[in-house]
Nanobody, 120 residues
Framework: VQLQASGGGLVQPGGSLRLSCSAS????????MAWYRQAPGRQRDLVAH???????NYANSVKGRFTISRDNAVNTASLQMNSLKPEDTAVYYC???????????????WGQGTQVTVSS
């Protein structure tokens, strides 16, 4: 299973970006999907999480500004980021909990990370 993240870049404060994560490979089902971020010198923190049924939760710092969504038909998750702030600058990582067949337990996978820089 591979996770391909895309959509990062440089944006001015107050701007918007949309990150996408596409899962491919041997996939029977995907449980949870999420976006994490890691700023230089800091630990990797959860940004937003979505279950297979669409329930979501967010870090307090992004509530009301970020929206996570997923399309189970094509094994993708997206993160719409609005009203971006300089403190949102980080490498953003996609996460998925994937079952490759109905008989074995799920495994966790990570994307390669995409840089988001918020600066004027």
């Amino acid at each position: 299973v591979q996770l391909q993240a895309s959509g990062g870049g440089l944006v001015q404060p107050g701007g918007s970006l949309r990150l996408s994560c596409s899962a491919s490979g041997r996939i029977y089902s995907i449980n949870d999907m999420a976006w994490y971020r890691q700023a230089p010198g800091r630990q990797r923190d959860l940004v937003a999480h979505i279950t297979s049924s669409g329930d979501t939760n967010y870090a307090n710092s992004v509530k009301g500004r970020f929206t996570i969504s997923r399309d189970n038909a094509v094994n993708t998750a997206s993160l719409q980021m609005n009203s971006l702030k300089p403190e949102d600058t980080a490498v953003y990582y996609c996460y998925a909990d994937v079952k490759s067949d109905p008989y074995t337990r799920s495994l966790e996978f990570w994307g390669q990370g995409t840089q988001v820089t918020v600066s004027s």
